[in-house]
C-alpha cells in the first residue's frame, strides 16, 4: 500500500535509489526510497543531469509493509548528490 507522506505541494513520485555508498548496516550499497515532483523516471534522470544536488522527500516502510500490508511514512527531506547514485526505478510496491 503507498500511503502519503508529506509532499512538495505538487503530485510526487517515489522512486527507489541505489547510491554507491556504505549503509550503516554495513551494506556496500545503500538504498533510498525517496518522493520527488518529477512526473517520469526521464524527467528526474534531466534534473539530476543539471543539479549538484536534489531533495527528496525520504520514505521508510515499517514492518509490515515488506510483506506488503503496512504503511509508509515520511521522515523527513534529504539532499542526494548525484554523482554517488548508481540506479534509480520507480518504486511500484
Do not use: C, W
Not at 51 to 71: H, L
Amino acid at each position: 500500500m503507498l500511503s502519503p507522506a508529506h509532499s512538495f505541494g505538487t503530485i510526487t513520485m517515489r522512486f527507489q535509489i541505489t547510491m554507491n555508498m556504505p549503509s550503516r548496516s554495513g551494506n556496500s550499497v545503500h538504498q533510498v526510497i525517496g518522493e520527488h515532483p518529477a512526473k517520469t523516471l526521464e524527467e528526474l534522470v534531466n534534473i539530476l543531469s543539471q543539479s549538484d544536488f536534489i531533495i527528496v522527500d525520504e520514505i521508510y516502510k515499517d514492518n509490515d509493509a515488506a510483506r506488503g500490508m503496512g504503511n509508509f511514512y515520511s521522515v523527513g527531506k534529504l539532499a542526494i548528490n548525484p554523482l554517488f547514485i548508481g540506479k534509480i526505478k520507480v518504486f511500484s510496491q
